[in-house]
């Protein structure tokens, strides 16, 4: 089948971007013909092959304006259009009111576990199918809005050939290299990979306070991603009196962040829900999991779901409480082989549930089930930096 894909920045950063990606890169392997149209807020645009098109956005209304030539241009040539935010669910109503052609909307709860403006929630709840990064948005979804389509669950997906386990001894001399860091063989070692945006929920502050109340010098946090809040974050490192024990990375390049994971005991992400705020499943831990690592999460939003719910690879936590996170690493930094034993069964879960050919053949169902839109299956081209397109440290929805 013919479809429009429509996005935003889908050759930029950030975790949407990133789910954009494969997405395309999915439908494509399907067999279905994509033409691809990227509206860019974003000033990082990299060539990746994945937009047909960039348009500006510039505003709503140059973006709607630019929308509708193209939909003159493209007439009579889609059988469908896949849109990857609520925010453009307009769009798909517009292309469906002028060709008769149906819309996907994904969503994220961020973003859609709130009152939407009329013409977006208008255009949301006429679409012919909602997909959700996770069950907990699509739970959800009837708090907020009136009226909801279908909706289909879509797992974001790790890209397991990169996110793979390394030796711990390994993993740990190359970042040692790489970042300058003192030696780390006698040390227990947290990581959280993350934006660092306003307001901060990732679990920061949290870590800090757990650090403070262990006062175990053995233990050492990585904080890898940068952001507006990094500065206060440092600051209150400091003020809790556990600077020294804190390391801030900053952005690092993709290739670090394997090493960065294995080179982990413990990745830890503690997101508070609520609307506008909370994680569907976050990158951070599935990817930790990828490389044989536990993890600790907030057990208010999707981060649940990253923990399988058969073999335990990681702890949930109540993120307004941080003994419980400080008692959660003592018994990690105390058991090697609960660790050994909770990477083990991460990686296997990320196996079964969250691998790219996963996400395919789920993305495949969902069009036959519910749009009728059959491709013949090709066999898929296989590009590695496909499947890791985004720095996951620059994501704002992760």
């Known amino acids: 089948m013919n479809i429009l894909y429509l996005g935003f920045d889908i050759e930029g950063v950030g975790g949407i971007a990133t789910y954009s990606r494969h997405q395309v890169r999915a439908l494509r392997d399907l067999g279905h013909r994509l033409f691809t149209v990227s509206l860019n807020k974003q000033d990082i645009q990299i060539e990746r092959g994945f937009a047909d098109r960039h348009l500006p956005f510039g505003s709503k209304y140059r973006a709607l304006a630019n929308f509708i030539a193209l939909l003159r241009e493209r007439a009579g040539t889609f059988d469908a259009m896949v849109i ?8 798909g109503w517009l292309a469906r009111t002028i060709t008769g052609a149906p819309y996907v909307v994904n969503v994220y ?3 859609i576990l709130t009152r939407l403006q009329g013409p977006r929630e208008f255009a949301f709840g006429r679409a012919d199918l909602v997909i959700a990064d996770c069950q907990y948005t699509i739970d959800r979804l009837p708090q907020f809005h009136r009226r909801v389509p279908p909706v289909g669950l879509l797992y974001d997906p790790v890209d397991t050939r990169f996110f793979r386990p390394i030796s711990q001894a390994e993993a740990r001399r190359e970042i040692e290299r790489r970042f300058q860091l003192e030696t780390l063989d006698e040390r ?22 757990a650090l403070r109340q262990l006062n175990d010098p053995r233990l050492l946090y990585i904080v890898v991603g940068d952001g507006p809040m990094r500065l ?23 290739s670090a962040l394997p090493f960065l994971y294995s080179a982990a005991d413990v990745a830890v992400l503690v997101s508070r829900g609520g609307p506008g705020l909370g994680e569907a499943v976050p990158l951070g831990l599935i990817e930790a999991a990828a490389c044989g690592v536990p993890f600790i999460c907030g057990n208010q939003d999707g981060s649940v779901e990253a ?5 335990a690879n990681g702890f949930a936590v109540d993120p307004e409480n941080p003994a419980e996170l400080a008692a959660r690493l003592r018994e990690l930094a105390a058991d090697p082989a609960l660790r050994q034993r909770m990477g083990a069964n991460g990686k296997r879960f990320v196996d079964e549930v969250f691998v790219y050919e996963k996400f395919t053949e789920r993305q495949g169902e969902l069009l036959v089930r519910n749009l009728g839109l059959v491709a013949r299956p090709q066999t898929p081209a296989v590009a590695p930096a496909r499947a890791t397109v985004s720095h996951p440290s620059a994501d704002a929805s992760t």
């Not at 947290?190 to 920061?204: C, D, E, Q, R």
């Not at 400091?238 to 804190?246: D, K, M, N, P």
């Open 232 to 254: 206060a974050i440092e600051d209150y490192a400091r003020q809790a009196g556990v600077a020294a024990q804190v390391r801030f990375l900053g952005l690092v390049e993709q």
């Open 307 to 311: 923990i399988s719910p058969t073999h």
């Open 188 to 209: 227990f070692v947290a990581t959280t990979v993350a934006f660092l945006g306003s307001p901060a929920n990732k679990g920061h502050h949290q870590t800090i306070d």
């Open 109 to 111: 709860n961020i973003d």
């Open 84 to 91: 990857n935010h609520a925010y453009l669910a307009p769009f």
